[in-house]
């Protein structure tokens, strides 16, 4: 590498540890003070497919051929060659082997930090969060005084929270933001350890007062704005949720799926709440209905369904659902078995739902509850459609599943009961008050 990229090139690295926006200037800086680098451009191609978006696979293909031209050229090593790897076998529809391929990178050179980074960022999309933690606990030795030991401890702390350690996660978050105080990704990690231990306040004193921490993002920013949100909701503060959704998180009305999927998710659980959204779905629906093609990722796709429930927009529901059952039948790759299952039956519920069919929402959402893992994100993101199917269940009739749901819910949390089980238990004795809904839950459940 020229000595002209190499300082663009440890921006870019650094830059995307901190989850920065201005990774892509950076790295295109890098490459153009160095067009013959064959792991920048795959790496380019990688960063392409984390974006969830089928338009985005042609350039990462365009990647795949540059680098290719460019290790021609000048072999790379085995190192470098990883990356072009992995980028073939994402492209070839097998993301978990991508993750893999990095992993043989970490085996030789455990303080690669972009490897350890792309590897958290690939297992997160797929819902893996043992294998996160693994890859993190794995090179944990090597890394005691890398400068980059912050983002690293930021990792770690959100793959504990995911596994259950939530003790563990909020002492590695705290660590790790002592050391990259602009880590948004440690900081948030934090976060998700208040959100499933029922520590709303707590939660909100912790983010209070440290935007700089997440400032400097790209539009993850809004998805720590969610959270703030979210904290808010569970303590009933309805008011503060839909102002900071239309302050921050829909500031910028973007259609990339991580942005709808902050926002659908909200106004889903407002919904719930009984709170009157406005017309706020329809950008949503709007935005929704140009991506039923698209196909990227089964997490998009659901909260693409969400939006188009939500302004309803019938016709495009259906369109998504067919284009699901065609990319299902196909099971040549991972998200098309993803598609399959859980995908179909969440998809089919959330339709259910949206037509007001509660009995069928739940049977079909209910059938996809155990897989929910897989379609990947947080805890917190999936919680929307564990909520959705609780509500199904109430409305539908079935007061008794709707009970060990939440009993289950809590019980994955830690034993923390949060504002919502407070508030549905609460509907489950009242709805038990009346003999009418006792005999419906009685045929049912």
């Known amino acids: 590498m020229p000595a002209a990229a190499i300082g663009p090139w440890n921006d870019t690295i650094r830059a995307f540890l901190a989850h920065g926006a201005s990774t892509p200037d950076h790295l295109a800086r890098a490459l153009a003070a160095a067009p013959e680098f064959a792991q920048g451009h795959a790496?380019?191609?990688?960063?392409?497919?984390?974006?969830?978006?089928?338009?985005?696979?042609?350039?990462a293909r365009q990647c795949r051929t540059t680098a290719r031209q460019a290790a021609a050229g000048a072999p790379p090593t085995a190192r470098e060659a990883s990356y072009l790897a992995a980028l073939d076998a994402w492209l070839g529809g097998q993301p978990s082997q991508a993750a893999a391929t990095l992993e043989t990178v970490l085996a030789t050179e455990p303080r690669d930090a972009l490897a350890m980074k792309l590897i958290q960022a690939i297992r997160f999309v797929l819902g893996q969060p043992e294998a996160m933690r693994r890859s993190i606990e794995g090179v944990l030795s090597a890394w005691d005084d890398h400068p980059a030991l912050g983002y690293l401890k930021g990792c770690y702390a959100f793959a504990l929270e995911e596994t259950g350690e939530y003790a563990a996660g909020e002492t590695?978050?705290?660590?790790?933001?002592?050391?990259?105080?602009?880590?948004?990704?440690?900081?948030?990690?934090?976060?998700?350890?208040?959100?499933?231990?029922?520590?709303?306040?707590?939660?909100?004193?912790?983010?209070?007062?440290?935007?700089?921490?997440?400032?400097?993002?790209?539009?993850?920013?809004?998805?720590?704005?969610w959270h703030i949100a979210l904290m808010h909701l569970d303590q009933g503060q309805y008011d503060a949720a839909l102002d900071l959704y239309d302050t921050e998180i829909r500031a910028d009305r973007t259609d990339d799926?991580?942005?709808?999927?902050?926002?659908?998710?909200?106004?889903?659980?407002?919904?719930?709440?009984?709170?009157?959204v406005g017309p706020r779905w329809d950008e949503l629906a709007e935005l929704a209905a140009r991506r039923t093609g698209d196909g990227s990722l089964v997490f998009a796709d659901l909260h693409y369904m969400l939006a188009l429930i939500g302004g309803r927009r019938a016709d495009a529901a259906t369109e998504l659902l067919r284009r699901m059952s065609r990319d299902a039948a196909r099971r040549d790759t991972e998200v098309a078995r993803l598609m399959a299952r859980p995908g179909l039956s969440a998809a089919t519920g959330l339709e259910a739902f949206g037509e007001g069919q509660y009995a069928e929402a739940f049977l079909n959402l209910n059938a996809a509850r155990?897989?929910?893992?897989?379609?990947?994100?947080?805890?917190?993101?999936?919680?929307?459609?564990?909520?959705?199917?609780?509500?199904?269940?109430?409305?539908?009739?079935?007061?008794?599943?709707a009970e060990r749901m939440l009993a289950d819910r809590t019980q994955r949390r830690g034993?923390?009961?949060?504002?919502?089980?407070?508030?549905?238990?609460?509907?489950?004795a009242a709805a038990r008050q009346d003999p009418l809904q006792r005999n419906v839950t009685g045929a049912r459940a």
Not at 257 to 276: C, F, K, P, Q, V
Request: hydrophobic content about 45%; proline content about 1%.
């Open 415 to 428: 034993g923390a009961v949060d504002g919502y089980t407070s508030r549905r238990m609460d509907l489950i």
């Open 257 to 276: 799926y991580r942005d709808i999927a902050n926002a659908t998710s909200l106004l889903s659980r407002l919904e719930i709440e009984g709170i009157d």
């Open 172 to 225: 590695a978050g705290r660590e790790g933001l002592l050391l990259a105080p602009d880590d948004a990704w440690g900081l948030h990690a934090v976060a998700h350890v208040y959100d499933m231990t029922a520590r709303a306040g707590d939660g909100l004193f912790w983010l209070s007062g440290q935007t700089h921490a997440w400032a400097h993002c790209n539009n993850f920013r809004y998805h720590v704005w």
């Open 370 to 401: 155990r897989d929910m893992q897989s379609v990947g994100g947080s805890h917190a993101q999936r919680d929307v459609f564990e909520r959705l199917t609780i509500e199904a269940a109430l409305r539908g009739g079935f007061l008794n599943a």
């Open 43 to 59: 790496v380019k191609g990688l960063f392409c497919l984390l974006l969830g978006r089928r338009e985005m696979f042609d350039t």
